[in-house]
Antibody
Framework: EVQLLESGGALVQPGGSLRLSCAASGFTFINYAMSWVRQAPGKGLEWVSAVSGNSGATYYADSVKGRFSISRDNSRNTLYLQLNSLRAEDTAVYYC?????????????WGQGTLVTVSS | DIQMTQSPSTLSAYVGDRVTISCRASQSISTWLAWYQQKPGKAPKLLIYKASNLESGVPSRFSGSGSGTEFTLTISSLQPDDFATYYCLQYSNYWTFGQGTKVEIK
């Protein structure tokens, strides 16, 4: 059974940093691209970032480019998202999602999310 | 960037109704489109991928169609468990979600 478990969400001040983690199990992690998707309170879904299975390619939404960094440790079956220079508009539930293929495609499994609140 | 426009934003329907949700892409995405269902406080759930392929375990009352720029999600007979918000997702060029369609009880 595929399981994705996010952690690391917290209350952080504007301009601060945070690292989110997503522990994966139930599938061969290295064979699949992974992604982060966020959802601000009461709003829709927004794709944030993605990384290919071998970390050879990374992708970012314009809204986070230059501030967020995605990475993965295939030996630990863990996905990361480093959030820097946080703004109030980054407040959201952050979901980890497994892509259907090595290089991307749709998101077939999702974690339950971790809440990031940016506020002073 | 590819923009995705869903309609309607909100839909009120009775149990048993046939329901249709539309999604339009700002440029052709072939059939690189998925549909998700989300309930309050829960993660999204994949229903349809590559425009018309039913994800394993999803009831057959859900179906998807379309290609290019126009896509449709149809629920053939709305059930109580189907009241939720639905999102389309394009994955032709990066990833973009539609703004969502909330299906409410009439």
């Amino acid at each position: 059974e595929v399981q994705l478990l996010e952690s690391g969400g917290a209350l952080v001040q504007p301009g601060g940093s945070l690292r989110l983690s997503c522990a994966a199990s139930g599938f061969t992690f290295i064979n699949y691209a992974m992604s982060w998707v966020r959802q601000a309170p009461g709003k829709g879904l927004e794709w944030v970032s993605a990384v290919s299975g071998n970390s050879g390619a990374t992708y970012y939404a314009d809204s986070v480019k230059g501030r967020f960094s995605i990475s993965r440790d295939n030996s630990r079956n863990t996905l990361y998202l480093q959030l820097n220079s946080l703004r109030a508009e980054d407040t959201a539930v952050y979901y980890c999602a497994k892509c259907r293929m090595l290089t991307g495609y749709d998101f077939d499994y999702w974690g339950q999310g971790t809440l990031v609140t940016v506020s002073s | 960037d590819i923009q995705m426009t869903q309609s309607p934003s909100t839909l009120s329907a009775y149990v048993g109704d046939r329901v249709t949700i539309s999604c339009r892409a700002s440029q052709s995405i072939s059939t690189w489109l998925a549909w998700y269902q989300q309930k309050p406080g829960k993660a999204p759930k994949l229903l349809i991928y590559k425009a018309s392929n039913l994800e394993s375990g999803v009831p057959s009352r859900f179906s998807g169609s379309g290609s290019g720029t126009e896509f449709t999600l149809t629920i053939s007979s709305l059930q109580p468990d189907d009241f939720a918000t639905y999102y389309c997702l394009q994955y032709s060029n990066y990833w973009t979600f539609g703004q969502g369609t909330k299906v409410e009880i009439k």
